[in-house]
């Protein structure tokens, strides 16, 4: 049974940091791009970042690109979003899902706000 | 990056058929066969239902069929059953090696 487990979300204050975990069972993690995609509570699907395989490439929407940033930990089956310099934009429930977007969490929601 | 089109609501009665269409640019939707759809129910995350266009997961209903023309794609729902009744996304690779979603279609079984 594939399972993808987000952590990591809660309220965090404008300018901070915040780290999200996403933890991979059930399938083999080390063959999967992932990527992380976010919604903002009732708005739609953005797209956030990708990490290839072997983490060698990664890319990322322009919303984020420089505050953010992906990665991965083969041996653990874990993937990550560190996200600096929190805006109240950045608001949104994240979810990890994998490269062909077949598999995805369950959701963690980050609230920026004072 | 700016989101792909869809519109933002769609309408059938039950066994009806009706189609999503999802615009976007020569730089995603038409650049490749790359453009995916999803389902999500409220409070769910989403759920594939088409892949590079045209493929099904084998565990996605038949009902759903996938096609695109130039820099449009479309998702077709056929037999409109009460369960369809959700919110559909679409989605495409970038030639910048990004991703890019659509705005998001709700769709009511009337």
Not at chain 1, 3 to 9: A, F, H, I, M, T
Not at chain 2, 31 to 50: C, D, E, M, R, T
Request: hydrophobic content about 30%; charged content about 15%.
């Amino acid at each position: 049974q594939v399972q993808l487990v987000e952590s990591g979300g809660g309220v965090v204050q404008p300018g901070r940091s915040r780290r999200l975990s996403c933890e991979v069972s059930g399938i083999a993690f080390i063959v999967y791009g992932m990527h992380w995609v976010r919604q903002a509570p009732g708005k739609g699907l953005e797209w956030v970042a990708v990490t290839s395989s072997d983490a060698t490439e990664k890319y990322y929407a322009e919303s984020v690109k420089g505050r953010f940033s992906i990665s991965r930990d083969n041996s653990k089956n874990m993937l990550y979003l560190q996200m600096n310099n929190l805006r109240p934009e950045d608001t949104a429930f994240y979810y990890c899902t994998t490269r062909n977007f077949g598999y995805w969490g369950q959701g963690a929601l980050v609230t920026v706000s004072s | 990056q700016s989101a792909l089109t869809q519109p933002a609501s769609v309408s059938g009665s039950p066994g009806q058929s009706i189609t999503i269409s999802c615009t976007g640019t020569s730089s995603d939707v038409g650049a490749g066969n790359f453009v995916s759809w999803f389902q999500q129910h409220p409070g769910k995350a989403p759920k594939l239902l088409i892949y590079e266009v045209t493929l099904r997961p084998s565990e996605v209903s038949h009902r759903f069929s996938g096609s695109k023309s130039a820099n449009t794609a479309s998702l077709t729902i056929s037999g409109l059953q009460g369960e369809d009744d959700a919110d559909y996304y679409c989605s495409s690779y970038t030639v910048g090696n990004t991703y890019v979603f659509g705005t998001g279609t709700k769709v009511t079984v009337l």
